[in-house]
């Protein structure tokens, strides 16, 4: 005997009908059927087929963790499934990467050594006296001037004046400076929650990070029944949830799915990595919630 079909003669014999059950636990009869059924491929994955048995044992009176110990190599916990929800992908996977070619980063360097030199041969054409204009010849002295016979001394070519040897001077150093490379900022870490799906008080989030540890955080305003587990099945905190023990902070870096079943949703909060997350409008204050939580670090 199957472990389907075991619940469902546990079933039968309370009197209990499929949609009594789904009364109880909030689990869809579609997948109370496909349970009784064993057909596990159309549950959205083995974490899910693992919580809907031991909510369906516990409502029918079984032991869940014995019947699960005792049926353990029947269900499919050891495959790999993909759960069926929508990824929000980060837009930096999708944009193409371009590389510079090695000229262009070159190209800043080389224009400051071409201005350097430029300036330098414009200082030393102006010290030779290059862009100095011609005087023309001297006026000849008279015959009768006691000072024929003596040498025209020519006046000295013309150089820079004083202030444009100082502006030079001032251009010369500044080409000289180098220009510092600003290093590139290091990409800010960030952590996002989507809530996919809500139906019968279970929430399906998709929670996307940049972040390598991530920390869930909860606090209450009042007492709450609060049961955590991880992918396999372990318990992470399992107990009423009082405001004396506010906040409950847990590492969960190593998890990828995280189960959170908890009661007065009005009065408490939840967040991860910082990031609350927002429960569903739909919602009232009186029905115990379930929460799945995929995690997806970039």
């Given amino acids: 005997m199957g472990i389907g079909e075991r619940l469902k003669e546990e079933r039968e014999s309370k009197n209990m009908s499929l949609d009594d059950v789904q009364n ?30 031991k909510e369906y044992a516990t409502v029918l009176g079984l032991n869940p963790d014995e019947l699960m110990e005792e049926y353990k190599s029947d269900l499919p916990f050891e495959k790999e499934e993909s759960i069926a929800l929508s990824r929000v992908k980060s837009s930096k996977k999708n944009k193409p ?11 800043p360097s080389v224009i400051v050594v071409l201005l350097i030199i430029g300036i330098v041969v414009l ?58 490379e600003e290093e590139p900022e290091e990409p800010e870490q960030e952590t996002e929650i989507s809530l996919d799906n809500y139906e019968n008080n279970e929430s399906y989030y998709n929670l996307t ?7 869930l955080v909860i606090t209450t305003e009042n007492r709450n029944w609060l049961e955590i587990e991880d992918e396999s099945g ?30 007065e949703p009005q009065s408490i909060n939840i967040e991860l990595n910082g990031e609350e997350l927002e429960l569903s409008d739909e919602i009232q204050a009186s029905q115990i919630q379930r929460a799945w939580i995929t995690i997806e670090k970039q």
């Avoid at 159309?42 to 048995?53: D, E, L, T």
């Avoid at 990467?97 to 190209?107: M, V, Y």
């Avoid at 024929?148 to 020519?154: D, T």
């Fill in 97 to 107: 990467t371009t590389k510079t070619p090695t000229i262009f980063s070159l190209l």
């Fill in 24 to 53: 109880l636990t909030k689990i869809q009869v579609r997948y109370l059927d496909a349970i009784e059924q064993e057909r596990f491929n159309v549950m959205p994955g083995s974490f899910y087929v693992r919580a809907f048995i």
């Fill in 123 to 180: 200082v030393w054409l102006f010290r030779q006296g290059f862009f100095a204009g011609d005087e023309g010849d001297p006026t000849p002295a008279d015959n009768d001037d006691n000072t024929a016979g003596e040498s025209v001394q020519l006046p000295p070519a013309q150089g820079t004046s004083p202030s444009e040897e100082e502006d030079s001077e001032d251009s010369e150093s500044s080409g000289e400076e180098q220009v510092e």
């Fill in 209 to 215: 990070t940049t972040e390598e540890n991530v920390n």
């Fill in 234 to 263: 372990n318990s992470l905190y399992e107990k009423t949830f009082s405001t004396d023990e506010s906040p409950l902070e847990l590492d969960v870096s190593d998890v990828e799915e995280l189960y959170l079943r908890f009661g």
